[in-house]
């Protein structure tokens, strides 16, 4: 049988769950342009802070280019070949979940030389 406190403590925690809301954010990568060409993503993470448990949501259209995680080397280069995820969907949703660097790049070499990838560091 669980003790008097046990029970307390649980529905504390029960309560606290449900009053404190959530202090993850939600980003929408490029704002209302999304992940395309022609926007400049140092600009736009320029000034946020990106937490532990933040969403990243990439908007694109799925024939023309796609999001691909990638490690600083692959990023400087637009080197697609060693990527941790990647997706072509149109809507990718990311969950930063450690803090450090995070590299997202375009697989598409043209795009991603011309401006289609995102650094960002997350505390």
Known sequence: MASSSSIKLVCIFFI???????????????????WSPGVDYHHWAYGKSFGVGDVLRFIYHPKLTDVASV???????????????????????????????????????????????????VV
């Open 16 to 34: 606290l769950s449900i009053v404190v809301p959530s202090f993850a954010k939600e980003y929408v990568v490029g704002g209302r342009k999304g």
């Open 71 to 121: 490690d600083i080397a692959s990023y400087a280069l637009c080197d697609s070949v060693k990527t941790y995820t990647k997706d072509n969907s149109g809507r990718t949703s990311i969950t930063l979940d450690k803090s450090g660097a995070y590299y997202f790049i375009s697989t598409n070499q043209t795009r991603c030389s011309s401006g289609l990838k995102l650094e960002l560091h």
